[in-house]
């Protein structure tokens, strides 16, 4: 256990939810990009385009907003000491997971395109475009409420 003051914690917290809101952005805005990026030419200058926006999504925001949600995700674990009985928790970790899972798909599909190889549909890309939203909802809730 960590032993955070009062405020320090709650600054703790603030800086946990900044982060894990840009990282939702950018969970929420890539697959739309890819969908977008499925509807135009292989190599066209559209094509171009969200290959650069993909990009900079990933290295400006996604990342560094993902590597923060989990350094301070995990600091204020670390200062709530004994975490066995909060079964609520293993859960929401275990959903948080699941997200960094979907930001490193996400990463693979971005390689399919900038090297103009994206097999997929653009269907594919609408039905992941939830996967992250379904993932905060139920993350939102056991926070929230802490059923178990």
Do not use: C
């Not at 899972?101 to 609408?126: C, E």
């Amino acid at each position: 256990m960590i032993d955070i003051s009062g405020e320090a914690y709650q600054w703790l917290k603030a800086l946990h939810v900044i982060s894990v809101i840009a990282w939702m952005a950018g969970l929420l805005y890539l697959p739309r990009l890819f969908v977008y990026h499925t509807q135009v030419t292989p190599g066209s200058e559209a094509s171009e385009l969200f290959k650069v926006m993909e990009r900079r999504l990933l290295k400006a925001i996604m990342h560094p907003a993902a590597i923060a949600s989990w350094a301070f995700g995990l600091a204020m674990v670390a200062a709530l000491g004994d975490i066995r009985a909060m079964g609520w928790l293993h859960a929401k970790l275990s959903f948080v997971v699941l997200l960094t899972v979907s930001h490193l798909m996400m990463m693979r599909w971005k390689a399919d395109f900038a090297l103009d190889r994206n097999q997929r549909p653009t269907r594919f890309f609408r039905m992941i475009n939830e996967v992250p939203t379904l993932l905060m909802i139920g993350i939102v809730v056991l926070v929230i409420v802490k059923p178990f």
